[in-house]
């Protein structure tokens, strides 16, 4: 669930921290409630707060922006235990214990060939690995301060665990009307 707050215009916000003052309303972010989610829906909000609609493709214009930020800092923030880039993911997965591996949209068919190799190996010993495709290019580039970043792979924590509740909210947005 994602906490929503509206400001004095009527204007709804994402409240990822669940930090903002005042009362929020809570959104569900699982495939079937977001998959009917418009304005209609949204206006719901009216009993709580005085909302101005229409306003579905401007808030999820806003989510998606907020949860690409917040993946970006959470990322920053586990730049230590995080490995970057081809040769550092396949040593890191020789590793014992559950990983977590992000890769890009735009990565080559040769690298998502070699990292799925290398989980299905992992899985057949008994490692848990997750895999999480589709992330923009840039997001990566960007946290490790490289020009091109396709893959990382770090191991799974709280930290991790939130990255993908974050990821999976990402990709069920982005598929929402």
């Not at 929020?24 to 989610?37: F, R």
């Not at 806003?62 to 586990?78: D, E, G, N, V």
Request: glycine letters at 4%.
């Amino acid at each position: 669930m994602l906490r929503l707050v509206a400001d004095e215009e009527g204007i709804i916000w994402p409240d990822f921290m669940q930090q903002a003052p005042g009362r929020g309303a809570y959104l569900c972010m699982q495939d079937d409630c977001l998959k009917v989610l418009n304005d209609k829906k949204l206006a719901a909000l009216k009993r709580k707060w005085h909302v101005v609609l229409p306003q579905w493709q401007l808030l999820k214009s806003k989510i998606l922006q907020q949860l690409l930020a917040t993946m970006s800092q959470q990322l920053q923030q586990s730049k230590v235990i995080t490995k970057i880039g081809r040769d550092a993911v396949m040593q890191d997965l020789w590793k014992n214990g559950p990983r977590v591996i992000f890769l890009v949209h735009e990565a080559g068919q040769a690298l998502v060939r070699q990292v799925t190799d290398a989980v299905h190996k992992r899985s057949e010993a008994g490692q848990m690995t997750t895999i999480l495709t589709g992330l923009p290019e840039n997001l990566l580039a960007e946290v490790y301060q490289r020009e091109k970043v396709s893959v990382v792979c770090m191991p799974d924590s709280a930290r991790a665990e939130k990255l993908k509740l974050f990821f999976a909210w990402y990709e069920r947005l982005k598929e929402a009307k």
